[in-house]
């Protein structure tokens, strides 16, 4: 449906009901609603909690629900700060307009780490392309990288530039991408202690932090990139300009029978049982 049928539709759906109210609704007010709806559709989806009681990719109605909304990103390190936990990285969520980040459904991480057969590096013999694990205070292409007992810092050669300078050393390092497992606050303390818990260089562990995402390395390795694959927030839909649903086609009758609801609910029409009643039916 485009967002004039749908508005169409919602507009049809409350005459049936309650026909008082179809000539007194804007059409922004309707605009509120059917956002609110898909907001709320994406939600229950995702989460299970709806009355099929399936969440995402449980089944492939879930999966198909939710599929114009997948997206991936490839995130970077922020420099190390104060608020990082010892040898932990930030990295940004996306909130681009568009791309907004709302769900994770995969992750991953690239690390770069020590392996049994590192070997010091003397400057003038880097490799393009090639890893290097700092110890101690070197600096390479105008860049002072430091590591110290809390962090541990690295970077990667490029073309033309094959020595650095300072008093600390270089290891040539190995990467690999692994995979990532959410730690939650209340854990934290155990886990890092915890030789099966903690963070190692096949398995990162994850914290939350306000809109970022924070990657615990160790000693031995580093997080240099962060593969984020997610539920962004769907579009705003509105009438004027015209914006339709970005969700599947299939949902937009779903999405419309939402926001019938929650128009009820909100002028708390006597109609609102009985069109719930029947919202409960669907699917």
């Known amino acids: ?117 590192a070997v010091e590096v003397e400057s003038g013999d880097l490799e393009v392309g090639i890893s290097y694990l700092v110890d101690g205070t070197i600096t390479y292409n105008g860049t002072e990288y430091t590591s110290s007992s809390t962090t541990l810092s690295y970077f990667t050669a490029v073309s033309g530039v094959l020595t650095f300078t300072g008093t600390g050393s270089v290891l040539k390092a190995s990467s690999k991408r692994v995979e990532v497992k959410p730690l939650s606050h209340d854990n934290y303390n155990k886990a890092v202690k915890d030789p099966f818990n903690k963070s190692y260089h096949n398995q990162v562990r994850r914290l939350a932090y306000q809109d970022q995402a924070e990657l615990l390395g160790d000693e031995t390795f580093a997080p240099s990139a962060y593969y984020l694959r997610y539920i962004k927030k769907p579009a705003a839909m509105s009438l004027d300009p015209a914006s339709n649903c970005e969700l599947s086609d299939h949902t937009h009758d779903e999405i419309v029978d939402i926001a019938v609801s929650l128009l009820l609910e909100d002028i708390e029409s006597g109609r609102y049982q009985t069109n719930l009643n029947e919202l409960i039916k669907q699917e």
């Open 1 to 117: 449906m485009t967002i004039t049928e749908m508005h169409i539709s919602l507009k049809l759906l409350v005459d049936k009901l309650d026909a008082s109210l179809t000539p007194n609704i804007d059409a922004e007010v309707i605009d509120v609603f059917l956002n609110k709806a898909q907001d709320r559709f994406v939600k229950q989806r995702m989460s299970g909690l709806n009355v099929h009681r399936t969440s995402f990719e449980e089944n492939q109605k879930r999966t198909d629900d939710l599929r114009a909304l997948i997206t991936d990103t490839v995130l970077t390190p922020e420099d190390v700060s104060a608020r990082n936990k010892p040898f932990g990285r930030f990295f940004t969520l996306p909130s681009t307009s568009g791309l907004e980040y709302w769900f994770t459904i995969n992750e991953e991480a690239e690390v770069v780490y020590q392996d049994c057969n």
